[in-house]
C-alpha cells in the first residue's frame, strides 16, 4: 500500500496534512494507523519492517480511509502530538522498533 503526498497540500490550522493514497488493493486503514515516508518517492505506506534511513515512521493516520484500486484517496493524517503507544496501528506482525519511536520523536510526535 503506498500513499503520495498530494500536490494540492496546503497545511490546515490544525496540524492536519492532507495524504493522497494509490492502493494496491481496497483496504480500510483504521484511524492510528502508522505511516512510512519514503524519500526516493516522496511517498508513504504503513509502516512495517523494511524501514531504513531512506524509508522511517513519519505520520499518524487520523482518520480511518478505505483505499482504491483505482483512484487516489485523500486522508488526512498527523504529524505532531502525544498518542497511546499501544493503540497504534502498524503492518500485521509487525511491532514497532526503538527506531520507529526515535523517528516519530524526532519528527513532533510522542508516544504514551
Known amino acids: ?5 498530494g500536490s494540492t497540500y496546503t497545511a490546515p490550522e490544525d496540524g492536519w496534512f492532507n495524504i493522497a493514497a494509490t492502493a494496491d488493493a481496497e483496504v480500510t486503514l483504521e484511524r492510528g494507523t502508522v505511516l512510512a515516508y519514503i524519500v526516493a518517492s516522496d511517498s508513504c505506506e504503513v509502516l512495517g519492517a523494511d524501514s531504513t534511513a531512506d524509508k522511517y515512521a513519519s505520520y499518524i493516520l487520523a482518520e480511518d480511509v478505505t483505499t482504491s484500486k483505482t483512484e487516489v484517496v485523500v486522508a488526512q493524517a498527523y504529524q505532531t502530538g502525544k498518542f497511546i503507544e499501544n493503540a497504534l496501528v502498524v503492518a500485521e506482525s509487525y511491532t514497532l522498533a526503538a527506531a520507529d519511536i526515535k523517528s516519530l520523536r524526532d519528527g513532533g510526535i510522542y508516544l504514551v
Open 1 to 5: 500500500m503506498t500513499f503520495s503526498v
